[in-house]
């Protein structure tokens, strides 16, 4: 699914509700050269320079361990260079850049990436738009060809123009207005931060804004900044050197450089003159929040080492200063966070609280300045120095796993700094940095007198909502953008310059597993991978919230997450601190089926990483404290999910589909569900669902089968199984219930969320793949014809998917988007009409062929990583599947035939049988929907019964 999204510090957050946690450049630079973490050494990017005559600089990184080749171009131009009165501009320009060139119809990109089994994107972050693609290796030349192409000529006609900036205006409602943390983190926190510098205008723009930019604009905004001395091509996979400088000599080496400068754009941001404190109200906002604030460093600062440590101790892991004080100790916030920005111009650190129900933003405002004259008053300890300096070199040996993750991190280092080596010596400054540094950073910036405070509250009627500040000023103009020059038209196709031929496929390759079981039953599979020197484990159980007792939705949730709060020997803040003291990730999560625990940690550590592992599933306390502190933290993350339109809709489903049935109830549980849970619950539900018998645990990456028996062993092998019987096989599905039409009325939302979903199929029927192919073409990705029909020809949404959700037993089709109110009743006639067409009429080998591509591409692209990998592998043997279906699935996908995908849709899932639900204001599209369903249900989102088959 093509994002096209803004990068901020909260982008992720914004689809989610919460902050999350700053982007990885900010937050931790996954770069070094050779530094080490114990034993383990983060590989310098090793990148290969040279300069066309044209100015464009070009960097080139062969790796022939990969079937796969990345190709990346960074445009020294963000969203600082958005000309006044048109905030949002460099954004929307981003998107226009995928539709037609001179030589290329619209949508090319995505036929030359998605339908040959890669993939596409681009972002826009204050300083940058980056424009990136992974395809198969023997594709590089067309996409080469590809992106010289649309820096040399752009093609936008009005209509296009006008619809690509509705689908913005849709990713504006659904990122900014039906988030409840959108407008604090998207537009109030920037506008507050700064006062000068463009940076305080939100990436985004204002719906206003967008409405008044050009066809004009475009063009001259292309002609000022596209150009061959403001790009940087990257380049970085399976390649020849010599072939690879030679296409791009033949493509890219003629683009012109143009005479005209660039505008000026080198705003200084005044220095603090003393404390700033705003207000802000926001409609839909269930929690209160606290942001603070302070003015650092511009990313080239020497100091920006030191806050990046201090930032770790802040706030990285639940071993943190905040976490621990805020969420842990006080249990005063239900979520806390910190995120050192650092751009090219100028730097911020914030800190902030989503405050627990019932506490007030004024409570967490002063714990968190606690927390911050800690950090002035005294030096860190040397535990929490060290932990962080792990924690951020194995996030660098993370970050170089793919080869796209080491382009990425090469290309913002020279959005930075202009310099290449910069990014193999960030991780030795980290290293460098001392307590002293940490506590003269904290001196120096993060002052009482400097200090920014935001308060966000809910809007009331004494309080109405605050309104986002428009019309700001900025030192790019749209009269300073250079002219726009002649307009460059699709070319009749016996004039274009021809694609050029794929090269020889290059396969990708899958490593044998070894499959042998421990004494007490244990199952253990191990795909060991030659790279970077990181191991995955993952340990899984029949313990899936199809499992929870009835009445209790939420049990193998709150099992697991306990997990990893207290075990018979250690604390909740002891196994925080001794997962983030090796770097490492270790956790557990549930589904609908299973429970997955997992570890990953650089391979020195490995070790040590999975005995903790082995101790929180063995050995776990469930300590009555600490469910009381998950049960009111799970409740005000559910009350958070219940303000989000997409949110409650997903949570709503189930009970749609099966009613009573254990697939029915969210598998995170209630807000009646959750306070019920006991500790004998959960106890029991352990008791009865973990056992060595029942569990599959998978190695994968730099551990040999050899290591892996050992391992597996030491931390598993004397585990009994306990004398009780194992619990027997269950109905999870139950029987099928009538369709339903259900709306979910939340007044005021920014946006409708649109469900269709419908009785599927199980993980093991014989149609899955047939199944799985059809909905690559249905939903599956941004050329799919769900998205044709509702983004790109109607710009109704930012993005429109299906999912087949096939489970142990039956599982749940779904097709979903979101759009503004007024669209849901259109929108959902699009989603069912197009899942009709797939049973009724069959779709051509034309149009399957690359939907087989964009599967066998996307299970390419998850071997790269340990992780992805690992999780390949565990998903066979969750399902009884045999070990040789790694191999097999290319294969798989290439034997399905067009009359089976349209056998398998009529079968499984005629519309007839399909259920909607609609969450949304309801004034906005009531009328309509009950005119074509005379039946439909509408529950107010007030009385809204997630415990009930109903719904009320």
């Not at 000599?249 to 705003?278: C, I």
């Not at 090269?503 to 191990?526: C, Q, Y």
């Not at 990181?534 to 007792?549: C, E, K, M, T, Y």
């Not at 106890?683 to 730099?702: C, E, N, Q």
Request: some cysteine; aromatic content about 6%; charged content about 20%.
């Amino acid at each position: 699914m093509k994002t096209r999204l803004i990068l901020t510090a909260c982008a992720s957050a914004l689809l989610l509700g919460l902050p999350a946690a700053a982007p990885a450049w900010a937050k931790a630079p996954a770069v070094a050269t050779a530094a080490a973490q114990g034993g383990v050494e983060v590989p310098p990017l090793g990148f290969h320079k040279r300069v066309l005559a044209n100015g464009m600089e070009v960097y080139t990184a062969r790796d022939a361990s990969t079937s796969n080749v990345t190709v990346q171009v960074w445009y020294r131009v963000g969203s600082k260079d958005d000309p006044a009165g048109r905030s949002g501009f460099a954004h929307l320009f981003e998107h226009l850049l995928f539709k037609a060139t001179r030589n290329m119809p619209s949508e090319t990109f995505d036929r030359l990436t998605e339908d040959v089994g890669g993939m596409n994107n681009a972002f826009t972050a204050d300083d940058v738009t980056a424009y990136y693609e992974v395809v198969p290796a023997n594709h590089l030349q067309r996409i080469l060809f590809a992106e010289a192409d649309r820096m040399g000529s752009l093609v936008v006609d009005q209509p296009t123009f006008e619809s690509e900036r509705d689908v913005v205006k849709e990713e504006y409602r659904q990122r900014i207005l039906a988030s409840p943390y959108g407008r604090l983190f998207g537009l109030f926190a920037p506008e507050t931060i700064y006062q000068d510098h463009p940076y305080r205008r939100p990436g985004i723009g204002s719906i206003e804004e967008l409405d008044a930019a050009t066809l004009d604009d475009v063009l001259r905004f292309h002609a000022t900044y596209y150009r061959p001395d403001n790009a940087m091509l990257i380049v970085a996979g399976n390649f020849d050197q010599a072939q690879l400088d030679g296409w791009i000599d033949q493509y890219f080496a003629p683009l012109k450089r143009p005479a005209a400068p660039m505008p000026a754009n080198d705003v200084k941001e005044p220095e603090p003159s003393g404390p700033r404190t705003a207000t802000f109200h926001a409609p839909n906002v269930p929690l209160p929040a606290v942001v603070l604030a302070w003015n650092t460093v511009a990313y080239r600062d020497a100091d920006r080492a030191a806050l990046t440590v201090l930032d770790g101790i802040l706030s990285t892991g639940e071993s943190s200063r905040l976490y621990r004080s805020l969420v842990y100790d006080k249990q005063i916030a239900v979520s806390i966070g910190s995120n050192p920005d650092f751009a090219q111009q100028a730097g911020n650190l914030t800190a902030y609280a989503i405050m627990a129900n019932g506490q007030s933003p004024e409570t967490g405002q002063a714990a968190l300045e606690a927390e911050i004259a800690r950090l002035r008053d005294a030096p860190v300890t040397a535990a929490e120095l060290a932990e962080a300096k792990n924690e951020l070199v194995a996030d660098a040996l993370r970050g170089r796993e793919s080869i796209d993750d080491r382009a990425t991190t090469l290309g913002m280092a020279l959005i930075m700094t202009g310099d290449a080596t910069a990014a193999d010596r960030e991780i030795a400054e980290i290293q460098a940095v001392t307590a002293a540094d940490v506590q003269r950073v904290a001196r120096r910036y993060l002052t009482p007198q400097r200090q920014i405070t935001i308060n966000y509250l809910p809007a009331d009627d004494e309080n109405p909502a605050s309104e986002q500040t428009k019309n700001v000023d900025a030192p790019v103009t749209v009269a300073a953008l250079a002219p726009a020059g002649p307009i460059a038209v699709l070319l009749p196709e016996a004039e274009r310059a021809r694609l050029p031929e794929p090269g020889a496929e290059v396969s990708p390759a899958t490593p044998a597993i070894a499959d042998f079981r421990l004494a007490n039953g244990m199952r253990v599979l191990v795909a060991p991978t030659d790279g970077l020197p990181l191991v995955s484990a993952r340990l899984n159980f029949d313990a899936g919230s199809a499992h929870d007792p009835a009445g209790k939705p939420g049990t193998a949730a709150m099992t697991a997450a306990l997990l990893t709060q207290g075990t018979a020997t250690k604390s909740a803040p002891e196994i925080a601190t001794a997962i983030e003291q090796l770097g490492a990730n270790v956790g557990a999560g549930s589904g609908a089926d299973f429970t997955n625990v997992y570890a990953n940690a650089p391979k020195d550590v490995f070790g040590r990483a999975l005995t903790l592992m082995a101790d929180l599933v063995r050995h776990p306390a469930f300590a009555q404290e600490e469910l009381e502190r998950q049960q009111s933290q799970t409740l005000d993350g559910l009350r958070v999910a219940l303000s989000q339109p997409g949110s409650i809709a997903s949570q709503s489903v189930g009970r749609v589909i099966y009613g009573d049935a254990p697939y029915a109830a969210p598998g995170g549980g209630t807000l009646t569900s959750i306070p019920a849970l006991t500790r004998e619950d959960v106890a029991a539900f352990h008791a009865a669902r973990y056992r060595p018998s029942r569990a599959t645990l998978v190695f994968s990456g730099a551990v040999t089968p050899a290591e892996a028996r050992q391992l597996a062993q030491a931390a598993f092998g004397d585990w009994r199984e306990p004398a009780a019987p194992a619990p027997a096989a269950i109905d999870k599905a139950g029987q099928a219930l009538a369709p339903r039409v259900v709306v979910i009325d939340q007044p005021g939302a920014g946006q409708a969320a649109v469900v269709a979903a419908i009785r599927g199929i199980s993980r093991t029927d014989a149609d899955y793949f047939p199944l799985t192919l059809g909905n690559t073409l249905l939903g599956g990705g941004f050329s799919s014809r769900l998205n044709q029909e509702i983004r790109i020809k109607r710009g109704l949404s930012y993005g429109a998917r299906s999912s087949v959700g096939a489970l142990q037993q039956t599982g749940v089709f779904s097709a979903s988007t979101q759009t503004k109110n007024e669209s849901a009743t259109e929108v959902a006639d699009l989603i069912l009409a197009e899942i009709a067409k797939l049973g009724t009429t069959q779709a051509t080998e034309a149009e399957l062929a690359p939907r087989r591509a964009t599967l066998i591409g996307g299970f390419g692209r998850s071997l790269e990583t340990v992780d992805g990998l690992g999780g390949l592998v565990a998903n066979l043997a969750l399902y009884d599947l045999p070990m040789s279906d790694l191999a097999a699935y290319a294969g798989r996908v290439r034997a399905v035939t067009p009359e089976q995908v349209e056998a398998a849709f009529a079968r499984h899932l005629p519309t007839d049988r399909a259920s909607l639900v609609i969450v949304g204001d309801a004034s906005k599209f009531i009328d309509d929907l009950r005119a074509k369903y005379p039946s439909v249900e509408v529950i107010l989102l007030t009385e809204l019964n997630l415990d009930s088959a109903t719904l009320k």
